[in-house]
């Protein structure tokens, strides 16, 4: 076990040295989010009987937990590769389980950490209740887990940096802006509705959403069901990618 | 003695590129192994299959009787690789690189043994520097010492020396050498032969993917090589055709390959009856690299002749 400890150290000490990049910036730029939108609509609009301000801050919270999972992960791979430092990893008696849970551990840590900076710098601008709060962990717990993964299957299929931003522009940008993050799918015409139904980021947000204010667009644990069913399918996903030493082990 | 590295009829393609054609080398406890050849013979490759890097196609390796794919968390244990590329992680001191490093390996409070190898290897006063404040050869020391974190008992250093300073040239020898004499297993890349020949007990030469040369390196030496007798002429004279047919021409020099010392009495006196004045005369012993060039230059023969 002592492998994967120390790998999960290493990834959460990788981060934590630049920790005003990678954690203070990205509280910061949620927090210019929340400024401007909350300038602009809030008054104007109310979703769900909730404040335009209220109901934003959850959404940049989750929205944060998951681009900076998916952050350190791929980050972290991708530089190794390209440095080639990954053989420090790649040499020891670590076995593809451990280095599955290092990476993504360390994955969720920062998305918590982050989200809980966010959350704390944004509290202050709107009232806000924590209905259920197991819920609220659950959904940024699991949420990480699964953009963790992501980030790692990017990271370890991109050979330069630009295949990396382009899985993320094309792939995690989209998916986490149409989620939902910023506006309630029920004002979508019909159409985008139905699509955003087939993007689980959106389950991610609503559930996350649902743990503060008791009140979301799907039933709570459908979007439960469909968050730890999309963990499942990437995890194996990436736990099959590691064992076969795709792009690893040549 | 027991067998440290068992590698069998190896293959492993890269395309239509065969970088390691059927290798098979045995290499026993305690060796000082030598694995020479030219660029992209596949010296890497064949490190990297025994240490799990590359997989190979065809055939099995083993480290201390630890199979490198069906039991690679033993066989990785029994083994310590310096790889040739000088690759290092910039977030972190030496130090921290060292603790980490020995913690992968399931190692805690390895600081005693860090010290030691850092003291050997003329880090001490670098322990707390960030890696990417190290110089070149400085980095290159910190891969031998990752290396030995955690007491492998077969170390493999693949080209450890490129762009090493000789103070720690010297330094890093007599460290591997002594645990060589601990009872280690060392074998080693290099393109400095005269290093290998120092060094190694035992030396292959890979060429294309295959073994061309195993064997003693004073076996190696005495086989090919044995001594040679450099002439130069006066006035830039020419030797009579049948004397110039026994050597090899170089710098202005002729080549005689001297199987014995007995030989040099009638080659002289052979080219006095020639009626040429010698110049220069020098009889030197010729080393691994006259034995290098000749394995080299003999597989191109033989191949050409398949
Ligand atoms: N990942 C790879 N993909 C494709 N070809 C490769 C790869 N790695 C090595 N090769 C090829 O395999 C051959 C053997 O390479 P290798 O690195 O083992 O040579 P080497 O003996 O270590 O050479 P050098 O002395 O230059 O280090 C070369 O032709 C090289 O181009
Ligand atoms: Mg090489």
């Known amino acids: ?250 | 003695m027991g067998v440290a590295v068992s590698i069998e009829q190896v293959v492993k393609c890269f395309g239509s590129l065969r970088a390691l054609d059927g290798v098979s080398l045995e290499i026993a406890e305690g060796e000082f192994f030598g694995l020479l050849g030219p660029n992209g013979a596949g010296k890497t490759t064949l490190i990297s299959c025994l240490a799990g890097l590359v997989r190979p196609d065809q055939g099995k390796l083993s480290v201390m009787g630890c199979d490198v794919r069906g039991d690679y968390r033993a066989a990785r244990r029994q083994l310590g690789v310096v790889p040739q590329e000088l690759v290092f992680d910039p977030f972190f001191s030496v130090r921290e690189t060292l603790r980490i490093q020995s913690g992968y390996f399931g190692i805690r409070h390895n600081d005693d043994w860090i010290d030691e190898i850092l003291h050997n290897l003329d880090l001490t006063s670098k322990a707390n520097v960030n890696m990417r404040r190290l110089s070149g050869g400085m980095k290159r020391r910190v891969l031998v010492a990752q290396a030995l974190v955690h007491k492998p008992p077969v170390i493999v250093l693949d080209e450890p020396t490129a762009g090493v300073d000789v103070e720690l040239r010297q330094g890093l020898w007599q460290f591997v050498q002594r645990l060589n004499r601990e009872g280690h297993t060392v074998i080693l890349t290099t393109h400095y032969l005269e290093e290998a020949e120092t060094l190694c007990g035992r030396i292959a030469m890979l060429k294309q993917g295959r073994v061309v040369a195993l064997d003693t390196t004073s076996n190696l030496l005495a086989r090919f090589a044995g001594h040679t007798l450099n002439v130069r002429l006066a006035n830039d004279a020419c030797l009579p055709p049948a004397l110039r047919a026994r050597a090899t021409q170089s710098d202005g020099y002729s080549i005689f390959r001297l199987a014995g010392f007995d030989e040099i009495e009638p080659l002289l006196a052979a080219i006095r009856v020639a009626g040429c004045t010698i110049d220069d005369l020098r009889l030197t012993q010729a080393d691994l690299e006259d034995v290098f060039v000749g394995v080299m230059q003999g597989v191109k023969v033989s191949e050409v002749v398949q």
């Not at chain 1, 709570?220 to 990436?238: D, G, M, Q, R």
């Open chain 1, 1 to 250: 076990m002592s492998g994967l400890r120390t790998l999960l150290y290493k990834e959460v000490l990788r981060f934590w040295k630049v920790g005003f990049q990678t954690v203070a910036a990205p509280v910061m730029t949620a927090l210019l989010y929340l400024l401007i939108f909350s300038h602009v609509l809030d008054g104007e609009v109310q979703v769900n009987s909730v404040r335009y301000a209220a109901f934003l801050i959850p959404g940049l919270v989750m929205m944060s937990v998951l681009q900076n999972a998916f952050a350190n992960t791929s980050s972290s791979l991708i530089q190794s590769k390209v440095m080639g430092s990954v053989v420090f990893i790649l040499l020891p008696p670590i076995t593809y389980v451990e280095f599955y849970f290092a990476y993504v551990g360390a994955a969720m840590l920062r998305g918590l950490m982050v989200g809980a900076g966010v959350l704390a710098a944004t509290a202050w601008f709107a009232p806000l209740t924590f209905v259920a709060p197991v819920w609220i962990l659950v959904f940024a717990i699991i949420g990480g887990g699964i953009m963790g993964s992501l980030g790692m299957i990017a990271g370890i299929w991109a050979d330069k940096f630009d295949q990396l931003s382009g899985f993320q522009n094309f792939l995690i940008m989209p998916l986490t802006m149409l989620s939902g993050v910023f506006y309630s799918i029920h004002s979508l015409p019909p159409f985008w509705q139905r699509l955003s139904h087939f993007n689980p980021v959106f389950y991610m947000i609503d559930g996350f959403r649902y743990g503060f204010f008791g009140v979301s667009d799907a039933a709570p644990a459908v979007s439960l069901a469909v968050v730890a069913a999309s963990f499942i399918v990437v995890a194996l996903t990436t736990l099959a990618m590691l064992r076969s030493g795709y792009k690893l082990r040549y």
